[in-house]
């Protein structure tokens, strides 16, 4: 047997949805024979088997006694979410998956970018100066603090400190 899916049933409700989406009123069989291409009767065996889906993909289907389908009403969110005209959760994550992954990228050639720019590789360390004279010898290399500048910097503080103490101290003579 045929896969009927594929090329019965998915191109009528395909047309189904679009030609509901174009009018916004109900959709004859003759419609999506004009659109589809397909033979009256492909039309009529395909919109059987759709309107025995459950969930429905229309919301209506007017038939005559001889079970012959004559008005096809609006299409449900299964039908669009069918023919791709709505997302579905798994289209969802994938494209928020995709959105992070663009996100995780550009931050990353971001930080490659300025890396390349100041000259180090991200994660590590800019290279320290082996050339320099004796009077920056107390000053930290491009930015950066050693023990020796944070020491200096800490007596500093500490000899400030005590001298304003001693300054704020009221004096004790006798008179």
Known sequence: MDQTWTVRDLPVLRAIVELYEETGQIV???QIEAKTGLAAEVVQSALRALDSE????VMKMQRYSSGHVVMIGAPTGHARRAVGAWPTAE???DRLVSALDGQQSASQT????LAAQDGCIPGQRRPRSRSRDRSDRDQPPDGDVTEAAVSNSAA???ESTAEAAIRLTPSHTSE
């Open 28 to 30: 004859s069989p003759n």
């Open 54 to 57: 459950q969930p429905p993909y």
């Open 91 to 93: 289209t969802i994550a």
């Open 110 to 113: 971001r930080a490659e970018g």
């Open 156 to 158: 500093d503080v500490s």
